[in-house]
C-alpha cells in the first residue's frame, strides 16, 4: 500500500491547531479573571435559582399544600420534572460512554462538558423526589441500612428502585468524569503559575506523570469504566419508566414504556448539550475544537430519537386500540382531545413535527435554527413528562374521583429554580475546570499521530 491519505473522514479539529495552541485555547478561561459577561451571567442564573430556594423555603414553612398537587392527582410537578432532569442527564454517559467504545472521534470535544451536565442534571432531578415527599428530612430511610428496630424500605417498590438506579448513575457519572479529568488536571498543574492552583491540581491530578505506565493504567480504567457505564444508559431511564409501567393505571400500563423512555431521554439529553454548547463554542472561542460538524452529528441523534419517540407515541394509540380495553382507549382519546389536549399537542409538535427540519443539511448546520429547534425540544419533553403524568392520574378508572390539576406559582418558581441551579453550575463548571478534554482532543488532533501520506508500506 502507498499513499494512504486519512483525510477522507472529517477532522475533529479544525483550523490546524498545533497542540500548543489546543492546550491554550481550552486552558485560557481558567488562566483569565472572569469578565463582566461571566459575572452578569452568574447573577441571572443565580437570581432564578435564588426564587426556586425562596419557594421551597416557603413550602418548608407551609407544607407541599402550597403545591397544586391533589388528589388524583397527587404526583404533579416534582415527578414531572424529576423525569424530566433525569432524561436531560442521559446524553453525557452516552457521549463519553458508548460513542468511546465506539471509538467515534468526533465526541472528544463534547464529551466533558455532556459528563459535567449529566452530573448537574442528576443533581436536579434528586432534589425532586425528596421534597416531594413532604418531609425530607426522612430521606435517609430510603437507603436500606440495618437497624436495631429491623426497618427496612419496601424492595417491591420502583419508587425504592429509583433510589438505587439514580444513586448508582450519579456515583458512576462522577468517578467516569473524574477519571477522565485526571490527565487535564496534570496538564494544568504543570502550566499554572500560583502557587495555590498547583497545590489544588496537584491533589487532584494523583501524582500524574505523563508517563507511558500512567497512560497505560489510564486507558485500561477508562474502557472498564465506560463498559460498567454504558448498561446504565439503558438502565437508570428503564427503571425510571417502571415507576408507571409496573402499576395499573390506564396509559401506564404498557411495555412499551422502557424503550420509549430512554429514547426520550437520548432526545432531551443531546437536544439539552446542544443548547448549551452553542453558548460555550462561542464565548470560549472554541470553534475549532467543538467544530459545527459536532454540532450536526448530534443533530442526527436528535432527528433519529425524534422520530423513535414519534414511533411510540402513534405505537401507545394503537395498542390501546388494539387491546379492547374501553379505559385505555378512553386514557388516549381524552390526551388528544380531552382538557389537557393542548399541553399533547404542544408535546407532539415540538417532539415530532419539528425536528424533521433536521432532514435538510443547511439547517442542520444553522446555528440560529438548531438552537431554536432544540429549546423547542426541550419544551416538548418536558410536556411529555407531563401530559404522561397527568392525563392518566386525572380521570383514571372511576368517573366520580376525577379531577382538575392547576399548578400554582410555587410549582412554577421550583421548576424555574432548578434551572437556575442547573445553569449556576454550568457557569461556575466553565471557569473552574476545562470544558473539553484537553487529552482526548490533543490525541485526535493533526500532528498527534504518524503521518503515512507518501510512505511506501509493502508489509
Known amino acids: 500500500m502507498s499513499n494512504v491519505d486519512y483525510s477522507v473522514e472529517a477532522a475533529p479539529v479544525q483550523g490546524r491547531l498545533s497542540l500548543a495552541q489546543i492546550e491554550e485555547l481550552v486552558a485560557k478561561p481558567l488562566d483569565t479573571k472572569p469578565d463582566k459577561k461571566f459575572y452578569i451571567a452568574l447573577a441571572v442564573s443565580s437570581s432564578i435559582l435564588g426564587i426556586g430556594a425562596i419557594c421551597l423555603l416557603i413550602t418548608f414553612l407551609n407544607g407541599v399544600g402550597m403545591w397544586g398537587n391533589n388528589q388524583p392527582v397527587s404526583w404533579g410537578f416534582p415527578i414531572v420534572n424529576f423525569v424530566f432532569w433525569v432524561g436531560i442527564g442521559h446524553a453525557g454517559t452516552l457521549i463519553s460512554?458508548?460513542?468511546?467504545?465506539?471509538?467515534?472521534?468526533?465526541r472528544t470535544g463534547i464529551a466533558r462538558f455532556a459528563e459535567a451536565m449529566t452530573i448537574f442534571a442528576v443533581i436536579c432531578a434528586g432534589i425532586f423526589p425528596v421534597i416531594h415527599t413532604g418531609r425530607p428530612w426522612l430521606a435517609g430511610y430510603l437507603m436500606p441500612y440495618p437497624n436495631q428496630h429491623g426497618l427496612w424500605v419496601n424492595f417491591t417498590s420502583p419508587l425504592v428502585w429509583d433510589v438505587f438506579a439514580v444513586s448508582v448513575y450519579f456515583t458512576v457519572s462522577l468517578v467516569f468524569w473524574y477519571t477522565g479529568l485526571i490527565p487535564d488536571f496534570a496538564t494544568l498543574r504543570d502550566r499554572t503559575t500560583s502557587k495555590i492552583k498547583k497545590s489544588i491540581y496537584s491533589i487532584f491530578s494523583l501524582g500524574w506523570r505523563h508517563s507511558t505506565r500512567h497512560w497505560l493504567h489510564y486507558e485500561k480504567a477508562y474502557v472498564i469504566l465506560a463498559g460498567f457505564a454504558t448498561p446504565l444508559v439503558l438502565s437508570v431511564h428503564t427503571i425510571v419508566s417502571f415507576d408507571f409501567a409496573v402499576s395499573?393505571?390506564?396509559?401506564?400500563?404498557?411495555?412499551?414504556?422502557?424503550?420509549?423512555?430512554?429514547?426520550?431521554?437520548?432526545?432531551?439529553?443531546?437536544a439539552m448539550?446542544?443548547?448549551?454548547?452553542?453558548?460555550?463554542?462561542?464565548?470560549?472561542?472554541?470553534?475549532?475544537?467543538i467544530t459545527i460538524d459536532h454540532l450536526e452529528k448530534m443533530n442526527?441523534?436528535?432527528m433519529a430519537t425524534g422520530m423513535m419517540v414519534g414511533y411510540a407515541y402513534g405505537m401507545e394509540f394503537f395498542m390501546a386500540?388494539?387491546?379492547g380495553v374501553q379505559f385505555e382507549q378512553f386514557v388516549f382519546i381524552n390526551r388528544a382531545f380531552g382538557p389537557y389536549a393542548w399541553a399533547y399537542w404542544i408535546m407532539v409538535s415540538c417532539n415530532v413535527f419539528i425536528p424533521q427540519l433536521f432532514w435538510f443539511k443547511k439547517l442542520r448546520r444553522s446555528i440560529p435554527v438548531m438552537l431554536v429547534i432544540v429549546i423547542f425540544v426541550n419544551i416538548g419533553m418536558w410536556f411529555e413528562r407531563f401530559v404522561i403524568v397527568v392525563t392518566s392520574l386525572h380521570r383514571d378508572f372511576l368517573p366520580s374521583s376525577w379531577g382538575m390539576y392547576a399548578p400554582t406559582l410555587y410549582d412554577a418558581g421550583i421548576l424555574l429554580g432548578s434551572f437556575g441551579l442547573f445553569f449556576t453550575?454550568?457557569?461556575?463548571?466553565?471557569?473552574?475546570?476545562?470544558?473539553?478534554?484537553?487529552?482526548?482532543?490533543?490525541a485526535v488532533a493533526d500532528g498527534a499521530q504518524p503521518s503515512h501520506h507518501g510512505v511506501d508500506n509493502h508489509g
Open 97 to 106: 460512554a458508548i460513542l468511546f467504545l465506539l471509538r467515534q472521534k468526533w
Open 248 to 270: 395499573i393505571m390506564p396509559g401506564w400500563h404498557t411495555t412499551i414504556f422502557p424503550p420509549y423512555f430512554v429514547a426520550g431521554a437520548i432526545f432531551s439529553g443531546f
Open 273 to 289: 448539550v446542544v443548547t448549551v454548547l452553542i453558548f460555550v463554542r462561542k464565548i470560549f472561542d472554541l470553534q475549532n475544537i
Open 300 to 302: 442526527k441523534v436528535i
Open 321 to 323: 386500540w388494539y387491546s
Open 425 to 442: 453550575l454550568v457557569i461556575l463548571f466553565t471557569k473552574s475546570l476545562p470544558v473539553v478534554s484537553i487529552s482526548e482532543v490533543k
